[in-house]
């Protein structure tokens, strides 16, 4: 657990990317628990849901935030006003719109803008951004400037390689992150995604150069899906379950990993928002 007043004077929230290379891997689900395990350590967290086409993160809480980013950027509210507070400590903002519409859009008086969101990087130990499936062009330089960037994937060969692909893609574009994780999830036999885990692993640095800073095994549990009917987190509803366990162990890898920043919290945040 984190020093109290280590927290307070905290002034740069630590910046976590939730990526997958394709969608129905999981990535919502880890990136909610994720924070929940994260806030669990002591630590001020903030999740943004940027996939607003389905708003995944509100639904699995079980919440319904008022006002979303998008009202913020109007000037129809203040960032306070856009920060849902979750029943499990962790904070949400909703873009309200998709990401590349958050990029292209048109801010009136950016410094009046900018000078709310730094506050962000006061207010927070860490930000999790849970980011659509896929690679996205205009979010090369966050990527990049991320202080850890989660790749989820799966056992099944079309989720491998559209994880292998995401992965190049950053090197390639000399994008990689300060600090580089893998989840494999929904493992249903854990000593062969141990295997496929290990095999991946090897032919990402083998053949594109990298090494992974940490990598994790989620078995596939039913609970999981039963979290996601009630629309309770799952490190809640089932604590010991090995799902929240391996999350619990995510967490631990990046609380413990002491990351070198490129940038400040403000410019990153310039590079979401296109300013930059």
Do not use: C, W
Not at 239 to 267: C, M, W, Y
């Amino acid at each position: 657990m984190p020093n109290q007043a280590e927290g307070l004077f905290s002034s740069q929230a630590k910046i976590v990317s939730v990526a997958s290379g394709k969608g129905g891997v999981g990535k919502t689900v880890v990136a909610v628990n994720l924070s929940i395990a994260l806030q669990e350590r002591g630590y001020r967290i903030l999740l943004f849901d940027t996939d607003a086409g389905f708003a995944n993160a509100e639904i699995l809480m079980g919440i319904t935030p008022k006002m979303t980013l998008k009202d913020f950027l109007k000037r129809k509210a203040s960032i306070e006003d856009v920060i849902f507070r979750t029943p499990y400590g962790v904070d949400l903002i909703s873009t309200g719109m998709d990401v590349d519409d958050l990029i292209t859009f048109n801010i009136e008086d950016k410094g009046k803008v900018l000078n709310e969101l730094r506050r962000l990087g006061e207010m927070y130990d860490y930000i999790v951004f849970d980011f659509p499936p896929g690679f996205n062009e205009q979010l090369e330089r966050f990527y990049m400037s991320s202080d850890h960037v989660l790749v989820l994937t799966a056992t099944e060969p079309t989720a491998l390689v559209n994880a292998y692909t995401f992965v190049k893609i950053l090197v390639l574009k000399g994008l990689e992150p300060v600090s580089f994780h893998v989840v494999m999830n929904m493992v249903k036999d854990m000593k062969e995604g141990r295997k496929i885990l290990e095999k991946f692993s090897s032919v990402v640095n083998k053949f594109i150069g990298v090494s992974f800073d940490s990598t994790h095994l989620v078995r596939f549990d039913p609970l999981v899906r039963d979290s996601v009917t009630r629309q309770i987190p799952l490190v809640i509803l089932r604590k010991t379950s090995q799902p929240s366990l391996a999350i619990h162990g995510i967490a631990d890898k990046i609380t413990n990993r002491t990351v070198v920043k490129r940038l400040s919290f403000i410019e990153r945040v310039k590079l979401l928002l296109g300013m930059g």
